[in-house]
């Protein structure tokens, strides 16, 4: 069962007894949790049917004897175990999940851990209840997810816009989540977010960004390219080397996967190598210019630029510097 599909469930008042959300993407945990202390009981019936528990704090005891009550006033009664992963002696919480109450929604948010699948306490979970377990989204599957996630607040963007966007920000969901809302207020009326809307609302420039900078070092633009290491350099915070350099070496691994695809047909070779087809003229453009030896010349630099970035090979180098040497030798 997936997050979407237990919130659909709860619209339509049909409920298990016990679920327990793990793993690594605290935004789909943090999803359910949020709709169950808020929309699956009304504001009177969550005076006397809501109990709220943190790991940290919570006595096992105290958890299950609330889950044992019945609702009052109410067809049902929400427990909601928060930050579980803290709690001591979770296993104790067996005696409950093994003969829980119909009447009774108990939900668990087990951040950042799983349940050992081997152990009686996992088959017991899985067995009574819902079981969700959550990993970090690749980031190749980032930018489709945000998209969606912005027609479902009844927005577009634009592809630049969603480059910029996701290139800023990674795979931190409830981060993009966050933004997204930022703009839909900034908008006012308008319901299309550009390149433009990004720069001014969320800080990045569309000028000079990661983004642009792949599209110089693809088109082997040494003068374009420093200038936006330049600025990089004036402004440390719009994109560190830790965040350049994986960014890059993403790009160019990407480019060397063209020489595999088999065609030159962009659309095919987009999803061959899981890109974007807008966006597939500067990974076409770095595959003819640079040639199979220099894409490979590339990704090697970026590794060697990586470990001198981290103090291995050249101490005391500043950031812009290793980044201008490093495209120097790239295009050159």
């Given at each position: 069962m997936s997050v979407e599909k237990i919130i659909a469930d709860w619209k339509k008042k049909s409920f298990k007894p016990v679920y327990w959300l793990e793993g690594e993407e605290e935004y789909f945990i943090d999803k359910v949790i949020e709709f169950a202390e808020h929309h699956i009981l009304n504001e009177s019936e969550a005076s006397f049917n809501l109990?709220?528990?943190?790991?940290?704090?919570?006595?096992?005891?105290?958890?299950?004897?609330?889950?044992?009550?019945?609702?009052?006033?109410?067809?049902?009664?929400?427990?909601?175990?928060?930050?579980a992963q803290q709690m001591r002696d979770i296993e104790k919480l067996e005696s409950y999940i093994e003969n829980p109450l119909s009447s009774t929604v108990f939900v668990v948010s087990y951040k950042e851990k799983k349940l050992d699948a081997r152990k009686k306490f996992a088959k017991l979970v899985k067995e009574k209840g819902v079981l969700i377990s959550t990993k970090k989204m690749y980031e190749r599957e980032v930018p489709q997810w945000t998209q969606e996630l912005i027609q479902s607040k009844g927005l577009t963007i634009t592809q630049k816009g969603l480059a910029l966007l996701v290139d800023h920000i990674g795979n931190d969901l409830v981060r993009i989540e966050n933004e997204i809302d930022k703009l839909s207020v900034n908008l006012g009326k308008r319901t299309i977010i550009s390149e433009d809307d990004i720069e001014q609302y969320i800080g990045v420039s569309k000028d000079y960004n990661v983004f642009e900078l792949q599209s110089a070092l693809a088109a082997k633009d040494l003068a374009r390219s420093i200038r936006i290491i330049q600025y990089f350099e004036a402004n440390p915070k719009a994109a560190p080397i830790q965040l350049v350099l994986p960014s890059l070496?993403?790009?160019?691994?990407?480019?060397?996967?063209?020489?595999?695809?088999?065609?030159?047909?962009?659309?095919?070779?987009?999803?061959?190598?899981?890109?974007?087809?807008?966006?597939?003229?500067?990974?076409?453009?770095?595959?003819?210019?640079?040639?199979?030896?220099g894409v490979e010349k590339a990704?090697?630099?970026?590794?060697?630029?990586?470990?001198?970035?981290?103090?291995?090979?050249?101490?005391?180098?500043?950031?812009?510097?290793?980044?201008?040497?490093?495209?120097?030798?790239?295009?050159?």
């Open positions: 109990s709220v528990f943190y790991g940290k704090d919570a006595n096992w005891a105290d958890v299950v004897n609330a889950c044992s009550r019945y609702p009052m006033f109410a067809e049902r009664q929400v427990v909601l175990l928060k930050e070496y993403s790009f160019f691994s990407k480019v060397f996967m063209v020489f595999g695809a088999g065609t030159s047909d962009e659309k095919s070779v987009a999803a061959a190598i899981g890109v974007n087809p807008y966006f597939m003229k500067d990974y076409m453009q770095a595959a003819k210019l640079y040639t199979y030896p990704l090697l630099l970026l590794h060697t630029y990586n470990l001198k970035s981290v103090g291995v090979g050249s101490t005391g180098t500043e950031d812009a510097s290793l980044l201008k040497e490093m495209i120097v030798k790239m295009i050159g």
